[in-house]
């Protein structure tokens, strides 16, 4: 499975940002996929994520501001992020696993093992 993140950019406090993540090789019938990113000097934080029945999870820190959505064909992945602030800054990366957790996508970064290079968000004014 290949994974390759677009659409970082440098935006504005209270701007939005729509992330796109091509996903190659996902053959998977159960499957998650997730959003994690990874600001300076911190620990990598799961940030959403969606399974193969649309079942979504987010982190308390972005929930009701960004969105977790996969297009068809399993081959790509969306975070449409709105209210951006500064402590969005980060670099984001897609990962994929091929397992369904009836507790729903889980946000913790050992249960991924393919990965995105990542793209970066800055927030600032």
């Known amino acids: 499975v290949q994974l390759v993140e677009s659409g970082g950019a440098s935006v504005q406090p209270g701007g939005s940002l729509r992330l796109s993540c091509a996903i190659s090789g996902n053959t998977y019938i159960n499957y998650c996929m997730a959003w994690f990113r990874q600001a300076p000097g911190k620990e990598r934080e799961g940030i959403a994520a969606?399974?193969?029945?649309?079942?979504?999870s987010y982190a308390d820190s972005v929930k009701g501001r960004f969105t977790i959505s996969q297009g068809n064909a399993k081959s790509t992945l969306y975070l449409q992020m709105n209210s951006l602030n500064l402590e969005d800054t980060a670099m984001y990366y897609c990962?994929?696993?091929?397992?369904?957790?009836?507790?729903?996508?889980?946000?913790?970064?050992?249960?991924?093992?393919?990965w995105g290079q990542g793209t970066q968000v800055t927030v600032s004014s």
């Open positions: 969606i399974d193969n029945e649309g079942t979504t």
């Open positions: 990962a994929v696993e091929g397992a369904y957790y009836s507790g729903g996508p889980p946000l913790e970064e050992y249960e991924y093992s393919y």
